[in-house]
């Protein structure tokens, strides 16, 4: 059931499932809680699940034109101090990984475990933010459905594209009705972020990276160096690109569940 926290003259929705140990799910960028609403729904059997649309995506409203990553971390804080969570096993899933190392950064106190799900500490390289700055253009052109019935199909393996057909459309569909003001906001954040790997190497609890062997925006080799160097614990999805609790969604439950209570 979707609830709405007011904070600073804009809503932020959340919804919050299920009992036992508190598990905090970030989306990435396109993405709102509904991208893995069915895999929530699954963990929220073994779980308390929180989940939440970040600032300028899903049914969560920008105050202005810009927020960035630290400002998205913000409005994670003032959920979980909403809803009175002492200690919170928190999962970013691409960008929400950089929110969530964010909110490692400045709150690490509230943290049980952390989990960056196909994500990065790696700050954005030259060619990455020129790709961004191209699709800020494209939205100021209106062409926002083109950046989502191009970027969408790519989350997913190569080889599983025809099998999650169904899906690719539903997300596809949640993407395009990202607001533009929404879609501009996270691009600028993203290209803005600091490197945060010695945030990330300092966490002292348990900390994993599930990555996919099949990942289009983020190799096997880097993903795996990113943990090594950091000190996580590496799960790797076998047939999974980047959208792993749809891909392998059995794989990622049994792990996270091994995250938040057997670490």
Same mark, same amino acid.
């Given at each position: 059931?979707?609830?709405?926290?007011?904070?600073?003259?804009?809503?932020?929705?959340?919804?919050?499932?299920?009992?036992?140990?508190?598990?905090?799910?970030?989306?990435?960028?396109?993405?709102?809680?509904?991208?893995?609403?069915?895999?929530?729904? $699954?963990?929220?059997?073994?779980? &308390?699940?929180?989940?939440?649309? !970040?600032?300028?995506? /899903?049914?969560? #409203? +920008?105050?202005?034109?810009?927020?960035?990553?630290?400002?998205?971390?913000?409005?994670?804080?003032?959920?979980?101090?909403?809803?009175?969570?002492?200690?919170?096993?928190?999962?970013?899933?691409?960008?929400?990984?950089?929110?969530?190392?964010?909110?490692?950064?400045?709150?690490?106190?509230?943290?049980?475990?952390?989990?960056?799900?196909?994500?990065?500490?790696?700050?954005?390289? $030259?060619?990455?933010?020129?790709? &961004?700055?191209?699709?800020?253009? !494209?939205?100021?052109? /209106?062409?926002? #459905? +083109?950046?989502?019935?191009?970027?969408?199909?790519?989350?997913?393996?190569?080889?599983?594209?025809?099998?999650?057909?169904?899906?690719?459309?539903?997300?596809?569909?949640?993407?395009?009705?990202?607001?533009?003001?929404?879609?501009?906001?996270?691009?600028?954040?993203?290209?803005?972020?600091?490197?945060?790997?010695?945030?990330?190497?300092?966490?002292?609890?348990?900390?994993?990276?599930?990555?996919?062997?099949?990942?289009?925006?983020?190799?096997?080799?880097?993903?795996?160096?990113?943990?090594? #160097?950091?000190?996580?614990?590496?799960?790797?999805?076998?047939?999974?690109?980047?959208?792993?609790?749809?891909?392998?969604?059995?794989?990622?439950?049994?792990?996270?569940?091994?995250?938040?209570?057997?670490?």
């Amino acid at each position: 059931m979707d609830q709405f926290l007011e904070l600073n003259d804009y809503k932020l929705r959340y919804r919050d499932q299920g009992k036992g140990n508190t598990v905090v799910f970030l989306h990435g960028y396109l993405e709102s809680l509904e991208t893995f609403e069915t895999f929530t729904k $699954d963990l929220s059997r073994l779980a &308390r699940v929180i989940t939440l649309d !970040l600032p300028g995506h /899903g049914l969560s #409203e +920008l105050t202005n034109d810009s927020c960035s990553i630290e400002e998205m971390a913000e409005a994670v804080n003032e959920l979980a101090n909403h809803l009175q969570l002492q200690k919170i096993n928190l999962i970013g899933h691409s960008m929400g990984g950089y929110v969530a190392l964010a909110f490692a950064d400045k709150y690490v106190d509230k943290l049980e475990s952390f989990c960056l799900f196909h994500s990065s500490p790696n700050a954005d390289t $030259d060619d990455k933010k020129a790709n &961004r700055q191209r699709e800020i253009e !494209l939205v100021l052109q /209106g062409k926002k #459905e +083109l950046i989502c019935k191009s970027n969408i199909p790519k989350t997913f393996s190569n080889k599983n594209q025809n099998k999650y057909a169904h899906e690719i459309k539903r997300i596809t569909e949640i993407a395009c009705k990202t607001s533009d003001k929404g879609i501009i906001a996270a691009l600028n954040a993203m290209m803005n972020r600091p490197d945060r790997n010695k945030v990330l190497k300092a966490l002292n609890m348990p900390k994993v990276s599930i990555m996919g062997k099949e990942d289009n925006f983020i190799p096997l080799k880097v993903a795996g160096e990113i943990a090594k #160097e950091n000190g996580l614990t590496p799960f790797v999805l076998q047939t999974s690109g980047h959208m792993g609790f749809i891909e392998q969604r059995q794989e990622c439950l049994r792990e996270i569940f091994r995250i938040i209570y057997e670490c």
